[in-house]
């Protein structure tokens, strides 16, 4: 018989602020790709302006369960590493302003979101229960209909 994985998620919400602009193209360039998001306004660039949303996030851990204990990861430790090391650093900010956006010139994009946080976090949850229990995928809503997933295996 083989082992039996179990998966857990933990979800948590934050607001902020973001602008999508790509440095290297023309006003015109950015309105035409981002349209609303962009964070020009007008064809002439003289309204800069960044615009909200109420993020979800889902921090989804898979793994064995601890017979000891009967989790796979303590929502309470998980909640600490998503609130210490993201909510905190990104609730009610300019995600534009984050250090890792303003060093790789990223657009703080859904898709972009998800490799930070994953970044931010992997190593933290891996080290929990090594080789027991790892993150799994991290889904990323920027509104209530729209989100993005990454999903990455276990490496062996």
């Known amino acids: ?6 998966s857990v998620t933990k979800h948590l919400t934050f607001d902020a602020s973001h602008y999508l602009v790509n440095h290297n193209w023309s006003v015109a360039q950015n309105i035409e790709a981002f349209h609303a998001c962009s964070l020009f306004k007008n064809a002439e660039g003289t ?27 303590d929502f309470k430790e998980l909640k600490k590493i998503l609130k210490n090391g993201i909510v905190a650093k990104m609730d009610h900010r300019l995600l534009n302003n984050i250090e890792y956006f ?12 998800l490799y930070f946080v994953w970044d ?29 997933t990454l999903t990455k295996e276990m490496k062996s």
């Open 47 to 73: 309204i800069l302006e960044p615009h909200g949303h109420t993020y979800h996030i889902e921090v989804t851990i898979k793994g064995e369960v601890d017979p000891d204990t009967g989790f796979l990861i």
């Open 102 to 113: 303003k060093q790789t010139k990223k657009s703080p994009t859904v898709e972009n979101l």
């Open 1 to 6: 018989m083989g082992k039996t994985i179990v």
């Open 120 to 148: 931010e976090i992997e190593d933290q949850i891996n080290s929990i229960r090594p080789n027991f229990a790892w993150l799994e995928s991290i889904r990323i809503w920027e509104t209530p209909d729209s989100f993005g």
